[in-house]
């Protein structure tokens, strides 16, 4: 939505996709608490401090241009919400709310409440843009390829959900801002629709990806007991405002083991604390169900009660009582810091084509910093498309007979009814890729893992999904919806798996169990793209390892 705003305002005229509606899809929308940008408001700060602290997470594997970029611009993106109606909760003398988030050295994240901040952005956006004559928003479209002619992107390709009916766009420029991969995993914190369709789509296109092994599990998602009516996120936000204790099955709390001092507040980064609490597993001094526990009973319930305001009834809904019972958690996944590889354009390799959000790759390096996701939706976002406004306004209308799409309306028209009544459907494969990616490339990983995951990725993407059933239905059909799903999930879990078997070392998000230790030779990215039908890989260049470290 931010970057159809910004491409309007430069002048162009914008078709704005969703696969649901527009502004309620998505992950932005469910985002809780925190968006950091360094306002100064709670205690002095300023954008080189938040880079500072964005490099320090990134362990050694940022873009800095990009992580400079997303810093600078967030108080500004801010500021420009606050005028669009977003509430950022207020201190006594009327400032911004700032609070102290894990990994952070200053007070530096802002928020509207304790569950609504996401959703409180989305609604102001989806207000600017269903207001703006320049942008036509077109819902329940699902994407399926971009277009490209001599190398150039010229438009896209997908279909319209209701019907099965291929949309086909003619464009100056793409951006795809797609989110994440987080769905080919069996536990995570994101909604059901990030499939990795911005990996699958950039790559035919003739993209370039770069550190997909890098993607953040969430250390403190919920567990046990059943809970419903609240994100697994919650205890995060709500272990940093009211002090929570982490503690393992035998009671004792952990940290401290792993670098937290138990005084110094809550900064252990979010790679740290997934290892110390996987430790503490494997150690056997897990919770039954496979965790640790995050205990408030040394807190009364009138503290809990100021402090969580109406989420405390939900709690109670789910017959859990703080002041008396600890909860299970433990890591879930939630965040892909690696992705299409952009210049500070949002440009990728392919002229035309941009990226923006989780998609793009670069900034968050190894592990990113808690509470620069939203920032960095809106700041790329806004770069992404004034650049592509700027690019379109240089370009002519491009070329476009619809025989230049021929090869990707193909197979919208192809798999309907595909193998209808035989063969596992989509939904089922999804699931055993799921498993797989949970089992064999979670947070800790080994060459054995990785490589039996390949193995069976390149069958399921080869053999597999020709022979899933998919219905010959033209009215909602899901299951087409759901092969699509499939195709670029797989192309996005080869590439994590791929990336990560490469990557000798543990570093950041990226752990492998058989190469314990961070190694100085291996500061260095790794880029992923489609050649011939198949997946390769390489690090950088001597020369741009060297250009890595002068600038450092």
């Known amino acids: 939505m931010f970057a159809a705003l ?39 700060d300023s954008p080189e ?24 611009g967030s108080p500004q993106r801010i500021r420009e919400l606050e005028g669009w109606k977003v509430n950022w909760a207020r201190q006594e003398n009327g400032k911004i709310n700032q609070v102290k988030a894990p990994g952070h050295g200053r007070k530096r994240c802002v928020y509207v409440d304790f569950l609504s901040t996401g959703a409180a952005i989305c609604a102001a956006l989806r207000n600017k843009v269903s207001r703006h004559s320049n942008i036509r928003r077109l819902s329940n479209v699902t994407l399926t390829d971009v277009v490209t002619h001599h190398g ?22 793409v951006i795809l801002a797609l989110g994440g991969m987080t769905k080919v995993f069996r536990r995570t914190t994101s909604p059901n629709n990030l499939a990795g369709e911005g990996i699958g789509i950039a790559l035919r296109a003739g993209a370039r990806l770069i550190d997909m092994e ?51 507040g809550y900064s252990t980064a979010r790679d740290t604390l997934t290892y110390a609490i996987y430790k503490e597993v494997e150690a056997g001094r897990g919770s039954p169900h496979g965790g640790v526990y995050l205990s408030f009973r ?60 989780e998609l793009a790759g670069g900034a968050n390096g190894a592990n990113r910093l808690s ?63 799921k498993e797989l990616m949970w089992r064999k490339a979670g947070p800790f990983r080994t060459a054995g893992d990785l490589a039996d995951a390949l193995e069976r990725i390149r069958t399921m993407r080869e053999y597999g999904l020709q022979a899933a059933a998919v219905s010959a239905e033209s009215i909602h059909n899901t299951t087409l919806v759901e092969w699509f799903e499939l195709r670029s999930g797989l192309y996005a879990a080869e590439a994590l798996a791929l990336s990560a078997l490469n990557r000798p070392e543990s570093r950041g998000a990226h752990q492998r169990s058989d190469f314990p230790q961070t190694r100085a030779e291996c500061e260095i990215n790794q880029r992923v793209w489609l050649e011939s039908g198949k997946l390769v890989s390489n ?14």
């Open 539 to 552: 690090f950088a260049t001597k020369a741009e390892q060297t250009a890595r470290a002068a600038r450092a």
């Open 298 to 357: 040394h807190l009364d319930e009138s503290a809990l009660a100021a402090a969580l305001g109406p989420v405390i009834d939900i709690f109670k809904r789910n017959n859990i009582d703080l002041t008396r019972q600890a909860v299970e958690v433990s890591p879930i996944a939630h965040y892909q810091m690696g992705g299409v590889e952009v210049t500070t354009s949002m440009e990728t390799s392919v002229p035309g084509l941009y990226a923006a959000g």
């Open 214 to 264: 890098f993607l953040q599990f969430y250390p403190n998602g919920h567990l046990a007991p059943r809970m419903v009516g609240l994100d697994p996120t919650t205890w995060e936000p709500t272990r940093v405002k009211l002090g929570g204790r982490l503690v393992n099955g035998d009671g004792e709390e952990f940290l401290h083991k792993y670098g937290e001092a138990q005084e110094g």
């Open 6 to 44: 910004a491409a309007a305002r430069a002048g162009a005229r914008v078709v704005l996709l969703d696969k649901n509606v527009v502004g309620r899809g998505g992950a932005s929308i469910m985002a809780q608490m925190t968006c950091a940008a360094a306002l100064g408001a709670a205690e002095p």
């Open 371 to 433: 509470g620069n996701a939203l920032p960095e939706a809106l700041v790329f976002g806004e770069r992404a498309g004034e650049q592509a406004a700027q690019f379109t306004s240089r370009k002519r209308i491009p070329e476009w007979e619809q025989a230049v799409a021929e090869e990707q309306i193909e197979p919208i028209r192809g798999t309907r009814g595909r193998n209808a009544g035989r063969g596992p459907s989509p939904a089922l494969l999804m699931s055993e890729l």
């Open 49 to 72: 401090l938040h880079l500072k602290d964005t490099i320090g997470a990134g362990r050694g594997l940022c873009n800095e241009d990009l992580s400079a970029l997303l810093c600078e």
């Open 152 to 173: 150039e992107s010229v438009g896209a390709v997908g279909f319209d959900v209701a019907t099965s009916m291929p949309v086909l766009i003619k464009a100056s420029a």
